[in-house]
């Protein structure tokens, strides 16, 4: 298999060609933020909010952007160019750069710049039919849930409770609150009414969340920003994460119990549809 396009400080290269100094400050500290952007048909989806984000992060952590917005939608499009697939998954990476290891920082150093474009996972089948199986765990992470920062430790051993109970995803509990997964934000619809945590500090503000409002909103289903009770979980008509790569997913089980009757719900159905709809 041919290996994944890639963009490294400028240059255009094939992935395994790629190199970093383990003095970089990504490497060494977790120091960066990233995005992850979908590409339907050579097309992303929702491409200025994803920037926006990403400038969002990069303020959030004091590095200046290294491109000017057509400079990153230049550079995400010819990673689509060289790209053999049509639907893609971009990730990009933006670190502090790299220096002798001191957690104090210069405020002029160069930005080290990553970005590649492999093939979009498809969403299994089963996934749709049967609906996924949710896991819950206490949230260890930091008070800056909002930055998309490569630092995701926490996050991973969430996600890796999730895998070892068969399950796809771990939703995190704060304070007795159900927040987001561990790579995705949660739904939830309690007699026809969709909720979700607002947008604070304590969640990454998903691309795929504020399309899904709006999407609730062409629909004309009530949808509101509040917070979750974590029992709300065990007693909800239907219960979804979402994320660029899992769009809109039904959950069926949370903890080993049966979400509603255990099937995915009609609010769902209806909102996975529409998206559907608007992918093309
Ligand atoms: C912690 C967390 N929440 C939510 C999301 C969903 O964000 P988006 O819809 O922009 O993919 C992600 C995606 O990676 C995530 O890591």
């Not at 550079?75 to 290891?101: C, F, H, K, M, W």
């Not at 049967?130 to 998309?148: A, H, M, N, P, S």
């Not at 974590?230 to 979400?259: G, N, P």
């Amino acid at each position: 298999m041919s290996s994944a396009p890639a963009f490294l400080n400028g240059e255009y290269l094939p992935l395994e060609e790629c190199r970093v100094s383990v003095l970089d400050r990504g490497f060494i500290f977790g120091d960066g933020i990233y995005e992850l952007i979908t590409v339907y048909q050579n097309q992303p989806f929702y491409l200025a909010q994803h920037l926006d984000r990403l400038q969002r992060s990069l303020s959030e952590i004091k590095v200046v952007s290294p491109y000017s917005e057509s400079e990153w939608k230049e550079l995400i499009t010819n990673l689509i160019q060289r790209s053999e697939d049509q639907d893609l998954a971009i990730y990009i990476q933006v670190t502090r750069g790299v220096a002798p290891r001191d957690h104090v920082y210069a405020n002029n150093m160069t930005p080290t710049v990553f970005a590649m474009a492999n093939k979009l996972p498809i969403v299994p089948k089963k996934f749709l039919e049967k609906g996924i199986e949710l896991v819950t765990t206490t949230d260890t992470r930091w008070q800056r849930c909002d930055i998309k920062a490569i630092s995701l430790l926490a996050n991973i051993l969430a996600k890796q409770e999730a895998t070892e109970a068969d399950a796809v995803e771990t939703i995190m509990i704060r304070d007795d609150c159900a927040l987001e997964g561990s790579a995705s934000n949660l739904f939830l619809v309690r007699n026809g009414i969709v909720y979700t945590h607002p947008k604070d500090n304590l969640i990454l503000p998903g691309i795929t969340r504020d399309f899904t409002i709006e999407l609730l909103e062409e629909l004309g289903i009530e949808c509101k920003q509040q917070h979750i009770p974590k029992d709300w979980l065990y007693s909800s008509d239907e219960l979804w994460i979402t994320s660029s790569t899992k769009e809109v997913l039904a959950a069926t089980k949370i903890d080993q119990r049966l979400v509603a009757d255990g099937k995915p719900g009609e609010v769902w159905r209806k909102t996975y549809n529409l998206y559907q709809q608007h992918k093309m």
